[in-house]
Nanobody, 121 residues
Framework: QVQLVESGGGLVQPGGSLTLSCAASGSIRIAYDMGWYRQTPGKQRELVAAITRGGRTNYADSVKGRFTISRDNVKNMVYLQMTSVKPDDTGVYYC???????????????WGQGTQVTVSS
């Protein structure tokens, strides 16, 4: 079907930077909205950033001015550039894509397994 694999997570110091990558593969006819969500224990999974196929972006207020989402429609990849990171940015980051497969006209959501980001000194 569709598989999403995240990479780039790890330990980073406050004020530092890192970039998350998500590679989508499988029987994708077209990928629509793509985004990054994060999960923190005791909290609901929340939208961090999203980007449409045409490049329109949306960010959570807490990351505006610090994170940048981008995508490559040829490679079916989405990225999250994180700068000036804070301890509150800690969490498991999940890649999400809304896509139609080659054999179905139904748009469905697909999720990656998540990658851990820890901001600490």
């Amino acid at each position: 079907q569709v598989q999403l694999v995240e990479s780039g997570g790890g330990l980073v110091q406050p004020g530092g930077s890192l970039t998350l990558s998500c590679a989508a593969s499988g029987s994708i006819r077209i990928a629509y909205d793509m985004g990054w969500y994060r999960q923190t224990p005791g909290k609901q999974r929340e939208l961090v950033a999203a980007i449409t196929r045409g490049g329109r972006t949306n960010y959570a207020d807490s990351v505006k001015g610090r994170f940048t989402i981008s995508r490559d429609n040829v490679k079916n990849m989405v990225y999250l550039q994180m700068t000036s990171v804070k301890p509150d940015d800690t969490g498991v980051y999940y890649c999400n894509v809304g896509a139609e497969t080659r054999w179905s006209g139904v748009r469905e959501d697909y999720w990656g397994q998540g990658t851990q980001v820890t901001v600490s000194s």
